[in-house]
Structure formats: C-alpha cells, structure tokens
C-alpha cells in the first residue's frame, strides 16, 4: 500500500552535511506521516526526527536537535533530512518509516512501533 526508498547517504568528513531524501510511492487518501530512524554499529534502532503528513508538526531528537532539520515536498511525494555539523557519532544506517494513520499533532507522540511501513537502510558514514 505505501513504500518508501531513502537515497542521499554516502561519506562526509566531520562538521560535513548530507541531505537525506525518501520516497513514498503507493495509493494513499493523504499524504503519510515520515520518521526517520538511525542504527549505530552495535546499537538499536533509535528515533532522528519525525514530520505529520502537512509538516504543521514536528520533532527532532535531543541528539540531533539544532543539527538536522526534517522538511516535505508533499508535491513531489517527498520527504527530506538536512543533516549539518554531522559528527563521527551520527554514522550508522537510517532508515525512513511512513504512517499512513496520522492526525494533524502526529509528532507529539514519536515511536517507531506506529510505522507500519519502512524503506531500506542508507549507510552515512562521517571520518576524517
């Protein structure tokens, strides 16, 4: 019913940016909530960063917040991590999720059991 690819992860030197992109392709009535997730080596699965299907709500993560910025482009089924001062911390796999159950406040509440639908995992890598 909805899938997602992510695309845009690669290497980046320290206090480098990368721009993440996700996909979302599929019948929906509305446009899907999107978080995005990432796996440290060794480490769960943990929350990045999460925008409502009109983008009026949002949420960053602590470790991120002030760093990455999340933004859509319902226009072209899009949905984007702008990822700046990366750190050699913030390497591992992100992955993209969509809800298709969402409410105007979404992001009030962020887990990663309410997607239902995942994208594949983009590795980002951050070394001198």
């Known amino acids: 019913q909805l899938q997602l690819v992510a695309s845009g992860g690669g290497s980046v030197q320290p206090g480098g940016s990368l721009r993440l992109s996700c996909a979302y392709s599929g019948f929906t009535v509305r446009s899907p909530a999107i978080g995005w997730f990432r796996q440290a080596p060794g480490k769960e699965r943990e929350a990045v960063s999460c925008?409502?299907?009109?983008?009026?709500?949002?949420k960053t993560l602590e470790s991120w917040k002030g760093r990455f910025t999340i933004s859509r482009d319902n226009a072209k089924n899009t949905v984007f991590l702008q990822m700046s001062s990366l750190k050699v911390e913030d390497a591992g796999i992100y992955y993209c999720?969509?809800?298709?159950?969402?409410?105007?406040?979404?992001?009030?509440?962020?887990?990663?059991?309410?997607?239902?639908?995942w994208g594949q995992g983009i590795q980002v890598n951050v070394s001198s």
């Open positions: 999720a969509g809800d298709i159950d969402t409410f105007p406040n979404y992001c009030g509440v962020f887990e990663a059991n309410r997607f239902a639908y």
């Open positions: 925008i409502s299907n009109s983008g009026a709500s949002e």
